[in-house]
C-alpha cells in the first residue's frame, strides 16, 4: 500500500469558546480581525511543511496538500505554491523516493491552462513525482469565496480537466473553443516529465456520478471523509460495484481514503493525548453547514431527488453536516471517525480498513487540529517507526501493478531514512 | 379553481422547449415567477378573472426539463428565449407582472425590447445592487431562515397556506429537489450579486411601471423601489405596509386592487 501524509494546514490557535452561538459557520464567516492573527500564520505554514518534510524522512511514500479558501480550517489558497517548495526540499535533502500528492488545485475557480502550467512545473521540478489531484472543489470555496455560479461548477470542472488533459499531451497547436475557457492556441511549456501525463486522483465526498467519470476515464477516485471505514463501507462497496459494472478489475490502487490519526504510547495516553485536538478539528474546523457545501446548483437534479428521496435526512447523508457537536472526543474514538491509540491498535485498525474497503492508498492526517508542533512530530515520527512498514506491506503480496503512482517511484517500499531508525 | 393548460412551444434559441401555463379570459397578459419556480397561487388566479395570464417557466423548473438550463449560458440567451416565446404566443405587445426574480427579467425584458411591454407590475424585483443595503444572501440560507427572511408574519394564516406541504415524502421529496434546482436555475443569472448591468439598461423602459414593494422587505430591502422609479421614467411607487418580500401572499387584500386598477389603466 501506499502511504501519504496528507496536511491541512489548519490555524490551530482558534479560543476555546469557538464556535460562538450565532456564527453560522467556520468558512467564509469568522471574522479574520477577530480570530486571525498573521504571525501565528508564519508558524502555521513553516511548521506545517517542517511537518511533511519529517514524513518524507519518515520513509512516507507520499505528502499530499489541498486547496480551501477563508476558513481556518485549511491555509493553502494553492497548494502549488507549497508543493514547489517540497518539491525542491525533497530533492536537495535526498528524499526523492517521495511523491507530491496534490489533491489538489481547484479547476472551476482558476484558469485550467495555468493549473496544466503550475502542475508542469511541479513535475519538472520534482523530476517526475506529481501525483495531479483534480478536485472539483467544495462549494462554498468555489461558489463563495471564488464567485463561480453554481450551477456552472460541475461543467467548468469538466471541461477543465479535459482542457489540462490535451495541454499536456497534445503534439500539434491547438485552440480551445469550450464554454468557460477559449484560447487561440494552445502549445504548454513546460511539459510534464511523465509520460504521457502525471497519474490523476479524483477526490469525491461519495457521489455516483464521481465515480462512473473516474471508472469512465480509468482514473483512481479518492473518498474523502472525516467519518472513519465504517461509514465508508457502504460507501466504498458502491464504488467497487460501478467499478465491476464499468468492466473494471478490482485493483486496490483504484482507490484512496483519508483518515485522521492519532498515534501514542498507550491507547489510553493516546486517546488522553489527542482528544482535545479531534475535537478541535471537528467542532471547530468542520463547523460548515450544507448550504455553504451545495448552494443550489451545485449537485446535479438527479442527485439532488435520490438524496432527498432516501428517506434519510439530509444532515446524516452529507458527511460534513453530522450533528458533531454533541459527539465527544471518545465517542468519535469508539465510531473510529479518527483512529487513535497504541501502535498496535492504529496497524490493526488501519490494516483492516485498507483490506474492508480494498483500497491501495492511504492518505493519513497527522496533524489536525490545534496539535502543536512537537506533538505533530512525535505522532509522525511513531507512526512512522512503528506503523508505517507494516502498512506498506499490504497488498505486496498480490501481484498488482499500481498504474496510478509515479512510475520511478512504483518499487516499494523505499528504505526508511537512518533518522527514523535511529 | 380556474382550468389550466401547459403549451409547449419549441424555441429554436438554445433549443429550449418552453411550457408555458395558460388560463384565464380576457386580454394578454404575461406573468414572470420568482426565483423559487413556478407557483399558481391565488395573486395569479386573480390575474386569471380578467386576463387571460401566459405564465412561462423560467429554464429548468416547473414543467421544462431540468437539464435545459445548462444551455441557457448568459442572460442574452434568456432574454431572447423569452422574445421568441412572445413571437410564438403572437403577443406582439402585452403587459407583464413580475415577482422578485420575475421582476428582473420583466425589467431586462422591457429595456431589451421596450415596444414589447405595454405595462409593468414588478413586486419586490432583485437585479440592483446598493453597498449599503446588499441584497441577503438568499441562495446561501438553511430553509427556516429563508423563509424567516421572506415573510414578516411567519404564523399568518396565509404564509401557512403557502408553506403548506403534503403529507407524502415522496412529494415532499419532489417539491424540495425542484426548490433547490429552481433557486440553482435562476441564481445562474444573478450569482453571486444581483447587479448584471440592469441599472444601464433600466432607462430604455417605455412601459408605464408600478413598482410595488413590501415596506418590511428583509430579502430586498424596500429602499430599492426608489433606485428603480429614479430610472424608470413613467414609473410609480406603492409601498405596502406591514408586509415582507412577497405581498401578493402576505398582503393579497391590498395588492390585488391596486394592480387591478393599474391594469385598467389607473
Redesign the interface.
Known sequence: MKVTMFHFMPYRDLPADFPPKGLASAWVDAPWWQYGDANKVTDVYNRSIDELMLAAKVGFDGVGLNEHHQNPYGFMCNPNLFGAILARMTAEQGLDQVALVQLGATISSCPPIRLAEEYAVLDCISGGRLIAGLPTGLGNDV??SN?I????HR?RWREGVELMLKAWTAKEFFAWNG?YTQLPKVNLWPRPVQEPHPPVLIPGAASSSTWDYCHDRNFPYAYLSYFGGKSAEQVMDRFWVRAAAKGRDANPYRAAFLQVVGVGETDRQAEEEYSKHVEYFYHKLLHL????IA????AD?KS??NV??S?KNLLQISDFTIDLKPLKAKDMIEREFVVVGSPATVRQKLEAIAKRLNVGHLMVALQFGSMPHEQAKKNIELFGREVLPHLQKIWEDKDLENHWWPKKLRKRPAKRREMATA | MISATVKTIPIRHCNFEAKVKTAGNGPPLLYLHAAGGPIWDPFVEGLCEHFTVYAPHHPGTGETA??A??GV?SLWDLLLIYDEILDALDLPSVPVVGTSFGGMIACELAAFRPERVSKMIVLDPIGLWREDAPVAPY????PEQLVATLYKHLDSSPVQAALQMPSD??Q???I??DL??????T??FV??IPDKGLKKRLHRVKAPTLIVWGEDDALISSVYAKEFADRIANSRIEIIKDCGHVPQVERLEVLGPLVAKFLNGG
Do not use: D, F, H
Request: cysteine-free; aromatic content about 10%.
Open positions: 461558489s463563495i464567485g455560479t453554481p450551477m456552472e461543467e464554454k453547514p450544507l448550504g455553504y448552494p443550489p446548483g451545485n437534479y439532488l431527488l432527498l428521496s428517506g | 431540468r437539464e438550463i445548462y449560458e441562495m446561501l440560507m438553511p415524502p415522496k415532499v421529496a419532489v424540495t429537489a433547490v434546482w429552481a433557486l440553482g436555475a441564481g445562474k450569482w453571486p
